[in-house]
């Protein structure tokens, strides 16, 4: 984290509501990444974006959606059509453009629950 | 796309002692592995990272190996304290043309006091 903020820290939502996750960044990153993990779990990619304006289906991206209208902005929407959203989410930035050798920084995570 | 395996899912040791962790990959052009450690309930930490034009880092008490023949990795923690509790997890590139990860499943780490 340190330059990666994510809110809420907890967000608890009813089954049919839509809502959205906060990811900030002030490092100057071109790309940034959404990433689910539940229980005992290892990471799985959501959504990424290399650029503004551009993003990405990752393995799970159904029920999901982002947008990237600033650099340092890369909002998650867990929809209704998302069956079993309840999990840890995590977002990341990296700087971007060089091949295969780009490092992520984590921000300290979300926790959803559905009542 | 690269496929990362990551043992043992889980590890107990005694303080003092040392631990280690192995991925495998399979893209024999990845040639970057970096290694995060996650704390209950917070976001994953980069602890050291290698690139291919080496064969092993150190950073105090952790080190990372690197063999590019066998495709596989290590991370190496000397003199275990308590709170290198912890999981553990290791990735490589996705592909050698982007900046997307694959992670291994994570190794829950217990130091034993």
């Known amino acids: 984290d340190g330059g990666i903020t994510q809110s809420p820290k907890y967000l608890f939502r009813k089954e049919g509501q839509n809502v959205t996750l906060s990811c900030e960044q002030n490092?100057?990153?071109?790309?940034m990444y959404w990433y689910r993990q539940d229980p005992g779990q290892g990471l799985r990619l959501i959504y990424y974006?290399?650029?503004?304006?551009?993003?990405q289906k990752g393995d799970i991206a159904e029920g999901y959606s982002v947008s990237r209208e600033k650099k340092e902005s890369f909002p998650l929407t867990v929809t209704s059509a998302q069956k079993n959203p309840t999990a840890f989410y995590l977002c990341?930035?990296?700087?971007?453009?060089?091949?295969?050798?780009?490092?992520?920084?984590f921000g300290p995570g979300t926790r959803l629950t559905v009542l | 796309g690269e496929n990362v395996e990551q043992h043992p899912s889980t590890l107990s040791v005694q303080e003092g002692d040392s631990a280690v962790i192995k991925c495998t990959y399979s893209?024999?052009?990845?040639?970057?592995f970096p290694w995060y450690k996650q704390e209950l309930g917070k976001g994953p930490q980069l602890i050291i990272d290698?690139?291919?034009?080496?064969g092993e880092k150190k950073d105090q008490r952790i080190a990372v190996t690197l063999n590019k023949t066998a495709k596989h990795f290590s991370l190496h923690i000397t003199e275990t304290q308590p709170e290198d509790s912890a999981v553990y997890f290791c990735?490589?590139?996705?592909?050698?043309?982007?900046?997307?990860?694959?992670f291994g499943e994570g190794t829950q780490l217990t130091v034993n006091p």
């Open positions: 990341a930035s990296s700087a971007g453009g060089r091949a295969g050798t780009d490092t992520q920084y």
């Open positions: 490092l100057n990153h071109d790309a």
């Open positions: 974006s290399q650029i503004v304006n551009d993003f």
């Open positions: 893209d024999s052009a990845s040639n970057y």
């Open positions: 290698i690139r291919s034009n080496v």
């Open positions: 990735a490589a590139p996705k592909e050698t043309s982007g900046s997307r990860l694959t």
